[in-house]
């Protein structure tokens, strides 16, 4: 696997990260309309959907077989795979690829299932620096709120019941996400991410965004004419949506 870092592809790679629950997707999503309406080819990448090894995660956790090691080596294995196949490729060709998770992601999680910090970021050396990683920040009751008022329950990884913190699902989800937070928190001036509020407005939030991402698209390849869009009516149009994630 070659080493990436820096790189000096003309497109750009925006990442989006935070806890379940956060609204990172929603904001990803408006931001994708609106650098389209712009003129920008786009290029979307989520966490974990390589079809590599799509199919053996979803059996493992159903079965719930999965060790903190399985879990870390398995997402490891998606993000090379969608590394080679989905981000590479577009940022050569000049567009802007949005990631909706990253290797942070990688980084808070296993560490906060007992995997080693070193050896979880050594795997990961090989990543591309993004161009702007953002951190959608809240706190772990305001994102479990949003989580179970828009579906039935809990998940179980989600809830860490694999590290028996808890017989408790809800005090579970408390303490692991607890601990997935306070990762990302030391990672914001080792890695430079870039803090939004999400507890904001939909629209207060997604202007931040713009405002940050725009610094960054000189000399960054258009596509096709712009068009008009309305942010409030892409907000109103984001909350009938499924729940922020």
Avoid: C
Wanted: glycine fraction near 8%; hydrophobic fraction near 40%.
């Amino acid at each position: 696997m070659k080493i990436y870092g820096k790189h000096r592809f003309p497109g750009r790679l925006f990442v989006v990260e935070g806890i379940d629950g956060s609204g990172k997707s929603t904001q990803l999503a408006l931001l994708q309309k609106w650098l389209e309406s712009e003129g920008y080819g786009t290029f979307f990448s989520e966490w974990n959907s390589s079809a590599l090894v799509r199919e053996v995660t979803r059996r493992g956790k159903k079965k719930r077989m999965l060790t903190p090691m399985t879990f870390s080596l398995l997402h490891s294995t998606d993000f090379a795979d969608r590394t080679e196949q989905h981000i590479i490729p577009p940022l050569k060709a000049g567009a802007l690829v949005l990631a909706d998770r990253y290797v942070y992601t990688a980084f808070a999680r296993d560490v906060a299932r007992g995997v080693n910090a070193g050896w979880v970021r050594n795997l990961y050396r090989f990543a591309v620096k993004p161009t702007i990683a953002f951190y959608f920040r809240i706190s772990v009751d305001d994102a479990m709120k949003r989580i179970v008022g828009g579906r039935d329950a809990l998940k179980y990884y989600e809830a860490g019941m694999d590290r028996q913190l808890s017989p408790d699902i809800e005090e579970s989800f408390r303490l692991f996400q607890g601990a997935v937070v306070e990762e990302y928190d030391r990672m914001i001036e080792e890695f430079g991410l870039v803090v939004i509020d999400a507890t904001g407005s939909i629209e207060e939030q997604q202007v931040q965004m713009r405002e940050i991402v725009t610094k960054t698209l000189t000399g960054a390849r258009k596509t096709r004419i712009r068009r008009w869009v309305d942010l409030s009516s892409m907000a109103r149009g984001s909350r009938l949506l499924q729940p922020a994630s």
